[in-house]
Every structure is written in C-alpha cells, then in structure tokens.
C-alpha cells in the first residue's frame, strides 16, 4: 500500500468495540499489517488532555464549546498520529470519530437541531480526512447496559446520562448509517457472536486493501 487505511468503529457505550479492536489487531497483525488501534476523544497527548476535560471535567461546557473541543481534539489526533501513520502505509483503527460527534452531540444532546447537525458537518468537511469505512457496532440497550454495569470503570459524564439521551444515540447512529451507506457497514453483536463480527471485518478490510 502507497498510503494506508482509515478504519472506524462506532456504537453506543457497551457494544463491545474494545474487544473488537482486540481481535482486529491480532488478526491483522498476524496477516502482517502494520496496524495502529488509537481512539477518541484522545489519541494523541494534547487530546488525552482535552478527553480528561470532555469526559471528567468539573465544570459543564456548553453544547457549542463541547463540539469545538471534540474537534480540536480531533484535530491534533489528525495532524500528530492518524494522518502521519496513514502516509507510511499503515492500517489505522481509531475507536470512535466524527460519527460521535454527531450522534452523541447532534442528535444525543441537541436532539437533531438542523443548526447544530449543520455545524458538525461543516466542521468535519474541513478536518481534510474522512474515514475509508465505518463498521457500526450495535446491542441492545439493556445487553449494553449489564456490560457497563460489570466493567465497573469509572463513570464519565456521557455515561450518566439518561436513557433517553443515550436513545436519541442510538437511533442517532442509524440515521448516520442510512445516510452514508457506502461507507459505513451495520453489524449487530446480538444475532452474531464477537468471532463473528471480527471476521466479517477483517474479510471488509482486506478486500478494501486489495482494491486498494
Ligand atoms: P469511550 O472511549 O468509552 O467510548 O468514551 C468516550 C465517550 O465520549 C463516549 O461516551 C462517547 C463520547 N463522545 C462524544 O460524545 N463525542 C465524540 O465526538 C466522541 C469521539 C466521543
């Protein structure tokens, strides 16, 4: 590969994106991929920094000031570790990105505000980077929830909203993937078991990296 590939896996809390990006990175490193697993908000020192901000911070943002600081996050994940990684040919699998930002703020917190939903897009056209494909992980709630429950990590502030703001995120993530079927790929971790799901990835992956 001249330039690499930009992977993204989305969903709501719980849905088994860690373990997914477990068995992705055995498998692709086994087929010997370079591959790099980072995530967001963070993945970069200066955006672990703002995560520390978005997800504990004492004090609550404004809805317009939480999309700026999700983005500026992103951006300097771009610009220090997704975009350099991409130039040297490697695979890129980043846990969560813009998608987020539109289900979790767009239709989670501004509950689909044309404006806001307008704002997000304008912003992500001028990040310059659209990942290469998508995989939307999805559960059903109360299977997310009992997974949260056992996890027993400490609780951020997106975590502790209520349900029907964790709702609106989750339809939220299925309009997104209505709205760009060519890019991102629904697969639901209750009809198939985690084995399942992860060769079905990988099969995706290595077919875009051939045509690539
Ligand atoms: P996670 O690393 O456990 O998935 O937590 C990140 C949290 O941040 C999760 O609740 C989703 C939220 N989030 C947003 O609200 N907007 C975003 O743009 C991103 C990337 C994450």
Redesign the pocket.
């Known amino acids: 590969m001249t330039h690499g590939l930009f992977v993204t896996l989305e969903g709501s ?1 719980g849905v088994g ?1 860690s373990t997914q990006l477990r068995l992705l990175q055995s498998a692709l490193a086994s087929l010997g991929h370079e591959v790099l697993i980072t ?3 963070g993945g970069s020192p200066g955006a672990e920094d703002l995560r520390q901000l ?2 504990f911070g004492k004090n609550p943002l404004s809805l317009r000031a939480e999309i700026l600081t ?1 983005f500026a996050a ?1 951006a300097d994940h771009l610009d220090q570790v997704i975009n350099p990684a991409l130039a040297e040919g490697q695979v890129v699998i980043c ?4 998608d ?2 539109m289900a ?2 767009g239709y ?1 917190r501004a509950e689909g505000d044309p404006d806001v939903l307008d704002l997000i897009s304008r912003l992500q056209s001028q990040l310059g980077r659209e990942p290469d494909m998508t995989f939307l992980l999805e559960v059903p709630r109360d299977v997310a929830r009992l997974r949260l429950a056992a996890r027993g990590a400490p609780v ?1 502030r ?2 502790q909203s209520d349900e029907s703001f964790h709702a609106r995120v989750t339809a939220g993530f299925r309009e997104i993937a209505r709205q760009n079927t060519g890019r991102i790929r629904r697969l639901h971790l209750d009809t198939h078991s985690a084995e399942e799901v992860n060769s079905l990835i990988v099969k995706d992956i290595l077919s875009q990296i051939s045509q690539g």
Do not use: I, M, N, W
Request: proline fraction near 5%; aromatic fraction near 14%; charge should be negative.
């Open positions: 809390e994106k995530r967001e908000p978005l997800l999700h992103r846990d969560r990105f813009t987020s930002t979790y703020q989670g951020d997106y975590e």
